[in-house]
């Protein structure tokens, strides 16, 4: 899990868990490049599934939105995946170890998923990622720096 920070520029973003109905609850996760994104809690009888895990910086956002709801990842029983985009998919690695859910993928997905799970530990955080992407030639540096001093 990287480091995953509340603000962007000089405003404030916060997790906020909203209730959608009785059987819904909204996890809003803000990442450090000012993306939000929303995981879904949805109990459905005995079944307690997680829609969408946002990006694995923003996994301890998401532990602590299902915390505020009485959730623990061990306590899932599903993990369902709209589609294989990073901030979809991200949480859902980085929370694998504490999760003993069912993931539940799009069609044609699993060997994506099980190859990102795998390689998910490995990935730098941004920008250091992006940075070994990128030549340090003349083109590539000055962006390189951008990066490192824009806010995350």
Do not use: K, W
Request: with cysteine; hydrophobic share 40%.
């Amino acid at each position: 899990m990287g480091e995953c920070g509340q603000t962007y520029g000089s405003v404030m973003i916060e997790p906020l868990v909203r209730a959608v109905d009785d059987d819904l609850v909204r996890i809003r996760l803000a990442a450090p490049s000012g993306l939000v994104v929303n995981a879904y809690l949805l109990r459905a009888g005995d079944a307690l599934a997680l829609v969408d895990t946002g990006f694995s910086c923003t996994a301890p956002d998401l532990v602590a939105g299902l915390a505020e709801v009485g959730v623990q990842p061990a306590d899932l029983t599903h993990v369902l995946y709209t589609h294989t985009h990073y901030d979809h998919i991200g949480g859902g690695a980085a929370l694998a170890h504490s999760m003993d859910a069912e993931h539940v993928l799009p069609r044609g997905t699993g060997a994506f998923f099980r190859s990102f799970f795998t390689e998910a530990p490995r990935i730098p955080d941004y920008p250091e990622g992006i940075s070994r992407l990128l030549p340090s030639d003349a083109l590539g540096g000055p962006v390189v720096t951008q990066l490192r001093e824009a806010p995350r």
